[in-house]
């Protein structure tokens, strides 16, 4: 019962429908909202079979974990094939256990889990040279989700500039498609596509600029945007990665993340960060293969020490990092309180309507239709199930005729700060 569920919820709603051959409905954005009028995610219909085999909101966080763990292997093989077996494996270790990745495994599922190992793939097969494969493993990011164009345009970019380095002319011309194809899929996405499966036909998300627009919206929260930065850049990279022209590919992200007025897309905790891990880690080691035959030696020495140093930094940020978790014996252990919640949502039929908060969710959304708590309307759900531990309401049953004028709900269950409404 830990999972933040609302957005679990949301992609296993979005799921269900596909594996079932319909329309990618989350009920949870409102009765009936298509999924891909409010972010653009195609990708996630890839796991419809694996979910229809094992419907459960667990195989969708099985997936992600397995999706972002894949992404450790293109990762550490680039670092061990330039900065060899040592080193390589240091990067491999600072990886894996970057805040960003910790941060995206725990808080719920995200269809940047999809992303991530794209990037990966990308930036290993820039970093060998091999410019078309770079574009294509980069090409699907238009899937994943709607900004994500701009992070190909970005990649296609840093190819056309390194196969212009390396005297490879050949390559530039299709990598400079390739970026102007990521910035007009990014631009119809989110003005003509997103629109279009989007019950208001627009696109939600543009009133999360700052009030003042982009410009001023960019120094907003400035404090925690240079926190952000710092967390990106020192522990993870020692700053070398400044060095790398790989780190142009994080620009877009941090771009629309920094310049929005929402607050929770500025720091460092949620998902948010999870794509910019192989960005930086691979920019490291673009910056120390290049570092260490500097004519400084100070600089060499440094690039030599740095993988170590990171890998310690990533172990000694783990101990305040999601990941401690496992040292913890009550991680292992499910409470007789949760058992007893667990039997009392057990009393929901199948293929029930539930109005539920972010507590029942996603004990639901495998075999209930669920809806937002305040936002089930016109539908009138027959169950509703709430998590009031914290006192937000005295009187549940008040509540829910509040929000139902004219229906009348009892008390069906309770246990622990959960209860369960039936409508009658």
């Known amino acids: 019962m830990e999972t933040r569920s609302w957005d679990l919820g949301i992609f296993e709603q979005a799921v269900r429908a596909y594996a079932h051959l319909r329309a990618p409905v989350a009920d949870l954005k409102g009765p009936g909202a298509n999924i891909l009028g409010d972010h653009f995610s195609p990708v996630t219909a890839l796991l419809a079979p694996a979910y229809r085999l094992f419907p459960s909101p667990v195989t969708l966080l099985v997936a992600q974990a397995l999706l972002l763990a894949l992404s450790a292997i293109p990762v550490t093989r680039a670092a061990t094939r330039l900065l060899g077996r040592v080193s390589g494996l240091a990067v491999g270790v ?3 256990l970057s805040w960003g990745i910790q941060r995206a495994v725990d808080f719920d599922f995200h269809e940047i889990c999809f992303a991530v190992p794209l990037i990966a793939f990308s930036l290993e097969a820039l ?21 994500l164009g701009l992070t190909l345009a970005a990649i296609a970019l840093v190819v056309a500039f390194r196969a212009h380095r390396r005297g490879h002319a050949k390559a530039v011309p299709e990598a400079l498609a390739v970026a102007a194809f990521g ?6 996405t989110l003005t ?23 410009a001023s919206g960019a120094f907003d929260g400035l404090g925690t945007k240079l926190r ?15 060095r790398s022209p790989l780190l142009l590919v994080a620009l877009p992200t941090l771009g629309w993340r920094f310049l929005s007025g929402d607050d929770h897309y500025w720091g460092t905790d949620w998902h948010y960060s999870a794509v910019l891990m192989p960005v930086l880690l691979l ?16 600089l060499r020495q440094y690039a030599d020490r740095l993988p170590a140093c990171v890998a310690a ?54 075999r209930a239709r669920v809806f937002w708590v305040g936002a089930a309307r016109p539908v009138v759900p027959r169950y509703v199930a709430l998590d009031i531990r914290s006192g937000w309401t005295k009187d549940p049953v008040a509540y829910a ?20 409404l039936r409508r009658v």
């Open 183 to 188: 910035a007009v899929a990014a631009l119809v």
């Open 313 to 366: 930094a990533a172990l000694a940020l783990t101990t305040s990092l999601p990941l401690a978790g496992l040292t913890e014996a009550g991680t292992y252990r499910k409470s007789g309180q949760v058992v007893a919640v667990e039997r009392m949502l057990e009393r929901v039929p199948d293929d029930a309507t539930v109005e539920a908060n972010i507590g029942p969710i996603s004990r639901l959304t495998s």
């Open 283 to 298: 920019a490291l080691v673009d910056a120390v293969d290049v570092s260490r035959r500097s004519g400084r030696p100070w």
């Open 94 to 96: 600072a990886y894996g």
């Open 192 to 214: 003509l596509v997103i629109p279009a499966f989007n019950s208001g036909g627009a696109y939600d998300y543009w009133d999360k600029v700052g009030e003042g627009g982009a």
């Open 127 to 147: 970093l060998r040279q091999r410019w078309r494969a770079a574009l294509l493993w980069a090409l699907p990011l238009v899937l994943v989700k709607e900004d």
């Open 401 to 420: 005729e509040k929000l139902h004028p004219g229906t009348h709900y009892v008390a069906e269950d309770a246990a622990y700060g959960y209860v369960l």
């Open 228 to 242: 952000t930065l710092a967390w990106l850049l020192i522990p993870t990279t020692g700053l070398l990665a400044l």
